[in-house]
Nanobody
Framework: QVQVVESGGGLVHAVGSLSLSCVVS????????TGWYRQAPGKQRELVAS???NYLDSVKGRFTISRDGAKNTVYLQMNSLKPEDTAVYYC??????????WGQGTQVTVSS
């Protein structure tokens, strides 16, 4: 059984920063094959960061994905946040997500 738990979201002013964490459990889920996705209200879910340095164009230079194998944790450091970054953030296998692995996500709200 795979379990994915995201945390670290919150409310932040524009140009602020947040650090998200995703703890993964389950022997068939490698954190090195994970990425971060987000879904804004009324929009489709999109892949934000994956692999070592694959990023959505709109977050390049502002977001950084990292992993800690000892903790089975994937991080997303988000700097210079913009209101358009407001979304629920999820982690899952990437670049193709696994339906059964979607967690609850963590809400990020950026105020202008």
């Amino acid at each position: 059984q795979v379990q994915v738990v995201e945390s670290g979201g919150g409310l932040v002013h524009a140009v602020g920063s947040l650090s998200l964490s995703c703890v993964v459990s389950g022997r068939m889920f490698s954190i090195y094959a994970t990425g971060w996705y987000r879904q804004a209200p009324g929009k489709q879910r999109e892949l934000v960061a994956s692999g070592r340095t694959n990023y959505l164009d709109s977050v390049k230079g502002r977001f950084t994905i990292s992993r800690d194998g000892a903790k089975n944790t994937v991080y997303l450091q988000m700097n210079s946040l913009k209101p358009e970054d407001t979304a629920v953030y999820y982690c899952n296998t990437a670049p193709v997500p696994t339906y059964d692995y979607w967690g609850q996500g963590t809400q990020v709200t950026v105020s202008s």
